[in-house]
Nanobody
Framework: QVQLAESGGGLVQAGGSLRLSCAAT????????MGWFRQAPGKEREFVAA????????FYADSVKGRFTISRENAKSTVHLQMNSLRPEDTAIYYC????????????????WGQGTQVTVSS
């Protein structure tokens, strides 16, 4: 079983930065692809970023490309999301996700989800 716990959310002004972290409780973290989704009020869950377990190749939604960076520390079973140049439209609950299959931009591609952490960007 895989358990995911996010941290690092909060309130920040537009243009600011936040770093989200996700600690995974899993036997072989390095075998899982990891990612982040977000959900704003009244909207569907949206893919943000993902990172492969094998090559650490990264993937981003167009809306965050160039501003967000996903990274992983296999030795600590942790994945991070560095968010820079934040905008009010980035306000959402951010979820950490994991799969032992291939990277996907669809929520259905990830069987494991964290509880989420709130990110609020004020204008």
């Amino acid at each position: 079983q895989v358990q995911l716990a996010e941290s690092g959310g909060g309130l920040v002004q537009a243009g600011g930065s936040l770093r989200l972290s996700c600690a995974a409780t899993v036997r072989t973290f390095s075998s899982y692809a990891m990612g982040w989704f977000r959900q704003a009020p009244g909207k569907e869950r949206e893919f943000v970023a993902a990172i492969r377990w094998s090559t650490s190749s990264t993937f981003y939604a167009d809306s965050v490309k160039g501003r967000f960076t996903i990274s992983r520390e296999n030795a600590k079973s942790t994945v991070h999301l560095q968010m820079n140049s934040l905008r009010p439209e980035d306000t959402a609950i951010y979820y950490c996700v994991a799969t032992d299959s291939t990277v996907s931009s669809r929520p259905s591609g990830y069987p494991y989800w964290g509880q989420g952490t709130q990110v609020t960007v004020s204008s």
